[in-house]
T-cell receptor, first 113, second 114 residues
Framework: GESVGLHLPTLSVQEGDNSIINCAYS??????FIWYKQESGKGPQFIID?????DKRQGQRVTVLLNKTVKHLSLQIAATQPGDSAVYFC????????????FGRGTSLIVHP | NAGVTQTPKFRVLKTGQSMTLLCAQD?????MYWYRQDPGMGLRLIHY???????AKGEVPDGYNVSRLKKQNFLLGLESAAPSQTSVYFC?????????????FGPGTRLTVL
């Protein structure tokens, strides 16, 4: 039978470019969002979080934008480096709720030197 | 602190065999989770625990059982392994009501069922 979902969305960029990774979330009640980075052969690691009372949050070389109207998150990575090559997941949750986040499917970022 | 550790890192089973995956965390976290990750499928929650002695089903619980006898340990059992359970398994833990509700993940267990 046909296999579905075997290929992650992929973003290829050149070293030094800015990268934008998008995520659509499903639950309009979600009020807390996290981006994780998963390098090959490792578990996901926290990058940055944002609460629904904010539209933008900046970290070191990363910025997360939240558009609650269309239930959309984006992760912007400035001056992308080869070490940024990984799969990036967004997760949505309700702060103070069940602590059972819902993960997006992930986007594979490939950075070419 | 070691964070979240998983044992074993790799395992090959034959169909019908059983095994237990061990997850340990040293951060005194209340919540622990077991996920499976298949190519292109992201993370799917198998079972989780909100505290010592508690367990609950996640999105894909069939064929798995779990136990949380001690707060720091969360065991995932496969009673009769099937090829469909070939996957990478991740354990995670999180602090209840922390400033950041992030999950801390272990390094994963790669399981192949022949």
């Amino acid at each position: 039978g046909e296999s579905v979902g075997l290929h992650l969305p992929t973003l290829s960029v050149q070293e030094g470019d800015n990268s934008i990774i998008n995520c659509a979330y499903s639950n309009s009640a979600s009020d807390y969002f996290i981006w994780y980075k998963q390098e090959s052969g490792k578990g996901p690691q926290f990058i940055i979080d944002i609460r629904s009372n904010m539209d933008k949050r900046q970290g070191q070389r990363v910025t997360v934008l939240l558009n609650k109207t269309v239930k959309h998150l984006s992760l912007q990575i400035a001056a992308t480096q080869p070490g940024d090559s990984a799969v990036y997941f967004c997760a949505e949750n309700i702060k103070g709720g069940s602590y059972i986040p819902t993960f997006g499917r992930g986007t594979s970022l490939i950075v070419h030197p | 602190n070691a964070g979240v550790t998983q044992t074993p890192k790799f395992r090959v089973l034959k169909t019908g065999q059983s095994m237990t995956l061990l997850c340990a965390q040293d951060m005194n976290h209340e919540y622990m989770y077991w996920y499976r990750q298949d190519p292109g499928m992201g993370l799917r929650l198998i079972h989780y625990s909100v505290g010592e002695g508690t367990t609950a089903k996640g999105e894909v619980p069939d064929g798995y059982n779990v136990s949380r006898l001690k707060k720091q340990n969360f065991l995932l059992g496969l009673e009769s392994a099937a090829p469909s359970q070939t996957s990478v398994y991740f354990c995670a833990s999180s602090e209840r009501g922390g400033r950041r509700d992030e999950q801390f993940f272990g390094p994963g267990t790669r399981l192949t069922v022949l």
